[in-house]
């Protein structure tokens, strides 16, 4: 190697001498110019080098990026389509849930209206069928109710005719209990429930006035339709021959037929009593006594309790009598009657 091509280092050891120690009084040695430059151009080309580096990396990363750029976006975009695509799919089937719901909510809706027109149907044909009932049953009410007010008026009626109070009755055999009031009817209550207060009230009328004649002599006292062959009141006396007051009146019959009583009540005489011949006499109450006279038998007993149609006597010829008949009483307080008076009143009570 010539010394043109040596390293620079050899030749600035070569002519350079060897660098002395300074005193403390000698100035600093001045660098060539040569090496200043020589500096420069290295510092410029190691600069040089680092830029060329960075240069090379650029270009390759964004070669790196050019060539991979079109497969990242396509990449990309696709996955945004295949988001998009399922984003649809779902928007479509929740579009079609939502109308399956809307019609089956509808076909519901549809369904509940049908079952509510035909209820309130119902309820219409429920509704002219009450008032129907409503109005049969308000006129077998009125009906009820004209009869149970008739039939307590006939009652009174008849009752009032003989004198004789709805009150408490002798015969009737023992009765009592606790006393509870009827409450009144109040205002506010509805016109059925007062309409069945006003029966309820007439028919324990009824059974009042019923209590009160089965201790009234208004039945026969014997069976069938007898002839009556001596009334009431004054007449000629059969054996006497003489003009007298009949106390009684005088039932044809045949000798043994049965005599019943005509009212419950209890037997105070069951004897022979002068011009009677056997005789009966029941006590009814309320002052009301009947007497059965010329009876072949007496079939009771003094104090015994008898009731309407028991057979108290057979019907005979004793005492002052012309043949076999009945002579049959009813006395008020102590004092006859006709008895013609009670029995009508019988006939016009019926079935009562």
């Not at 009827?182 to 029966?199: C, D, G, H, K, T």
């Amino acid at each position: 190697m010539s010394s043109l091509h040596s390293p620079v280092t050899a030749r600035n050891r070569v002519r350079c001498p060897p660098r002395r120690s300074r005193g403390p009084n000698r100035p600093p040695k001045r660098v060539a110019f040569s090496t200043v430059i020589r500096r420069a151009i290295r510092a410029r080309v190691v600069a040089f080098r680092y830029a060329l580096v960075v240069t090379a990396a650029w270009l390759i990363a964004a070669g790196t990026y050019f060539a991979f750029r079109d497969d990242v976006l396509n990449r990309v975009m696709g996955e945004q389509a295949e988001l998009q695509t399922t984003y649809e799919d779902r928007i479509a089937e929740l579009r079609a849930q939502v109308d399956r719901i809307m019609n089956q909510k509808l076909l519901d809706q549809e369904q509940v209206e049908q079952r509510v027109n035909a209820l309130l149907q119902r309820q219409t044909r429920m509704t002219l069928s009450l008032d129907k009932v409503e109005q049969k049953q308000a006129a077998t009410l009125n009906d009820m109710e004209d009869r149970v007010d008739t039939r307590a008026r006939r009652l009174q009626g008849v009752l009032a005719d003989l004198g004789i109070s709805a009150g408490r009755t002798a015969g009737a055999g023992p009765t009592g209990g606790p006393f509870v009031p009827v409450r009144p009817q109040q205002p506010e209550a509805a016109s059925f429930e007062a309409q069945l207060s006003r029966i309820n009230l007439g028919r324990a009328q009824i059974d009042r006035y019923r209590q009160t004649l089965v201790s009234v002599p208004v039945r026969k006292p014997v069976v069938g339709e007898p002839d009556m062959t001596s009334p009431f009141g004054l007449r000629k006396h059969p054996i006497f021959r003489r003009m007298a007051i009949h106390t009684g009146i005088d039932l044809r019959g045949d000798l043994g037929e049965p005599v019943r009583a005509t009212a419950t009540g209890r037997v105070t005489i069951a004897d022979r009593l002068g011009g009677y011949g056997n005789v009966v006499e029941i006590s009814h109450g309320n002052g009301l006594a009947t007497r059965f006279g010329h009876l072949s038998a007496i079939t009771v007993k003094v104090g015994q309790l008898v009731r309407i149609g028991e057979i108290v006597g057979r019907i005979g010829s004793t005492g002052l009598s012309t043949g076999p008949h009945l002579h049959y009483e009813t006395r008020v307080n102590g004092q006859p009657v006709d008895p013609q008076k009670f029995l009508r009143a019988g006939l016009k009570l019926g079935d009562e």
